[in-house]
């Protein structure tokens, strides 16, 4: 798909309406680190922060000026002189710089945020809009709250924005308060009423306050917008904006039916959302579309028989075109008998029918104690527990130690000891910025196995003062995705044993295969 009318530019916000929501504040350094992973992504403009409001915004859009290259980079600005003067200094070096500038416009923010007419209202945005175009040749011009605007005034504002020098106009509904038929109608109405409007690119910014950013950036483009504002992870005000992931696959599967495309290299939208997960904190919901842990897992019988007959059954696009390795069979008590054979078989089992049936029974006996029933479970369940220990690392002693206040001896140190499975012990001891990664390192020293963490969680799985942590870490091997998992009373021992289930399996995999044939006992 070629036609450049089809294009759909994507505008990043993650590093300024995202970053400037609860909980993802960002450092410069962080920034500038993510503004690359968005280059990379191929955003088609990046907004880097509003400079007017920080020393530390004013730092970091700085630095991404001079370095990013690739994607324009764009920095906010009221329609005010001294903040439209910040923008342009903090840009300096850019390749392709945007200066976006807004001012609110629906009665309700004009009577009681801004106390001004609507004839106040247009005067500003034409100074505002004129002043950046006199700094830089890329300039943005944004209605805040353009859904609860009324219509003709909108048009007249955005007429006046264009005369100005504005090149793109962005339509926000900044509080997530319309509906897809609605906005739709809008920017048809807008494409139809506004002056000379083939000279700026349409643009909606929506919020998620009703769960319908998505969708109404979807119904905007159908009305004629070409870019579309929005968030890795949706992150942002109050409930998010529109998830840049979500709607980017929207457009690639659904490619008939909106005939529209953009520029992001799909692959690499796991590995953003994951670096922008560790950097801010946090975490991902399990069921998020595209990203989320669940995205391409299937544990219901129905669904994994489906798969292994045919992947178009159950997932409308490849996990490998997004950023995940593979799709996951999870094993758990939905899961079915064709299931588990399936991945007995990837983990080099061959059973015989009454065998498979006895351990399919042992299964679903342990698959009703246990949330997920990982693959060390289920070389247990053939093989038996003792014969599984010896095909090991396993943890005979472990200490922690941390502490507050960046002395040598109040660094957190971990020290651990190891039966392998030719019986010898080894023990070991390391420092960290953590206790876990203290930990990590200490088993690495061990083990001389070095794991790529990607992602580390600790969850409960039973309730009261003696319940079991579940840790699960995610570590690339070899640049595929492996899961681990540990439970305990003893978070760090969980901790302990999740990154020891990883390096065992990848142990046991450069192994010869095992093939067992006969009944398990």
């Known amino acids: 798909m070629n036609d450049p009318a089809a294009r759909v530019r994507i505008f990043d916000t993650s590093l300024r309406d995202g970053e400037q929501s609860p909980g993802c504040s960002m450092t410069a350094a962080q920034k500038l680190r993510f503004a ?33 290259r690739g ?27 945007r200066i976006h500038v807004f001012i609110s416009t629906s009665p309700l923010h004009r009577e009681h945020k801004l106390g001004l007419s609507r004839e106040q209202v247009v ?26 605007t009324e219509p003709e005034f909108l048009a007249e504002i955005c007429s006046a924005a264009i005369a100005a020098g504005a090149t793109t106009l962005n339509i926000p509904d900044t509080v997530g308060y319309t509906t897809p038929s609605e ?9 139809a009423n506004v002056r000379d409007a083939d000279r700026a690119v349409f643009s909606a910014h929506c919020h998620n306050d009703l769960g319908l950013a998505v969708a109404n950036s979807l119904a905007a483009i159908e009305g004629g917008a070409r870019q579309v504002e929005c ?45 922008l997960s560790r950097i801010t904190g946090m975490a991902v919901q399990r069921n998020k579309a595209v990203v989320g842990q669940n995205a391409f897992a299937h544990e219901s019988g129905i669904h994994q028989h489906g798969m292994l007959k045919h992947r178009g059954t159950y997932e409308i696009m490849r996990p490998e075109d997004v950023g995940w390795s593979q799709s996951q069979m999870v094993m758990g008590r939905h899961s079915g008998r064709a299931a588990l054979a399936d991945r007995l078989q990837a983990l080099g089992f061959q059973l015989e029918e009454a065998a498979l049936n006895r351990t399919f029974a042992a299964f679903k006996t342990l698959a009703e104690k246990k949330r997920e029933v ?51 012990t080894v023990s070991e001891a390391a420092v960290g910025d953590g206790p876990v990664h203290a930990l990590f390192a200490a088993l690495a020293r061990a083990t001389g196995i070095e ?13 009261g003062d003696d319940a079991q942590g579940q840790a699960q870490v995610i570590a690339r091997v070899d640049g595929v995705e492996v899961t681990g998992s540990g439970t305990s009373t003893d978070i760090l021992e969980a901790s302990a044993h999740a990154w020891l289930d990883i390096a065992n399996r990848q142990s046991r995999a450069r192994a010869p295969a095992v093939h067992r044939h006969a009944a398990i006992a």
């Open 183 to 191: 906005i739709r109608a809008l920017f048809e109405y807008l494409r």
């Open 36 to 68: 690359h992973a968005l280059a990379e992504l191929g955003v088609d403009a990046l907004e880097a922060g509003f400079p007017a409001s920080s020393d530390a915004d004013r730092d970091a859009v700085r630095a991404i000026a001079r370095e990013v």
């Open 451 to 463: 794991l790529d963490v990607d992602s580390y969680q600790v969850s409960s799985v039973t309730t």
């Open 71 to 97: 994607s324009t980079v764009a920095t906010l600005a009221r329609c005010h002189e001294g903040d439209i003067d910040a923008c342009a200094a903090a840009l300096e070096g850019a390749a392709h710089p």
């Open 231 to 275: 968030t890795i992870n949706g992150i942002g005000e109050r409930a998010g904006n529109c998830a840049l992931e979500e709607l980017v696959m929207a457009l690639r599967v659904r490619s008939h039916y909106y005939g529209a495309h953009t520029r992001i290299d799909s692959r690499r939208l796991v590995p953003t959302s994951r670096l």
């Open 123 to 148: 005067e500003r945005a034409v100074m505002g809009v004129s002043r950046a175009r006199r700094l830089v040749d890329d300039v943005e011009f944004s209605a805040e709250d353009a859904l609860r």
């Open 374 to 424: 990982f693959d060390a479970d289920l070389e247990a369940l053939v093989l038996g527990s003792d014969a599984v220990a010896h095909r090991g690392w396993r943890l005979s002693r472990l200490h922690v130690s941390t502490g507050a206040g960046g002395e040598a001896d109040t660094m957190p140190t971990a020290s651990v000891q190891l039966h392998g499975a030719d019986g010898e």
